[in-house]
């Protein structure tokens, strides 16, 4: 089992940067494809980027170029650096750790306001 602490978010004006942190705790965190995810009130919950366990990324258009995805399986940490950011990004942002074998799992969440 793995268990996820986010931490990073906070309040930031338009054009800002934060870096997100999720570190984990448990076995095997190096196996693990590793996602960030958001929701905004009112909204679905949706996938803003994610790192394979080979280092392949993927990244929601919206966050294309802004957004960069990293992990130190050393650390059992994976980042989120966010730049240029909007007020559209504003949401509840999750850590999740996916594995076919070892099963689905999620941070807490940590909140990311950005003002206009």
């Known amino acids: 089992q793995v268990q996820m602490v986010e931490s990073g978010g906070g309040l930031v004006q338009a054009g800002g940067s934060l870096r997100l942190s999720c570190a984990a705790s448990?076995?095997?965190?190096?196996?693990?494809?590793m996602g960030w995810y958001r929701q905004a009130p009112g909204k679905q919950r949706e996938l803003v980027a994610a790192?394979?366990?080979?280092?392949?990324?993927t990244y929601a258009d919206s966050v294309k170029g802004r957004f960069t995805i990293a992990r130190d399986n050393a650390k059992n940490t994976v980042y989120l650096q966010m730049s240029s950011l909007k007020p559209e990004d504003t949401a509840v942002y999750y850590c999740?750790?996916?594995?076919?074998?070892?099963?689905?799992?999620w941070g807490q969440g940590t909140q990311v306001t950005v003002s206009a």
């Open positions: 999740n750790a996916r594995s076919a074998s070892k099963g689905d799992y």
């Open positions: 448990g076995s095997g965190f190096s196996i693990y494809t």
């Open positions: 790192i394979t366990s080979g280092g392949t990324t």
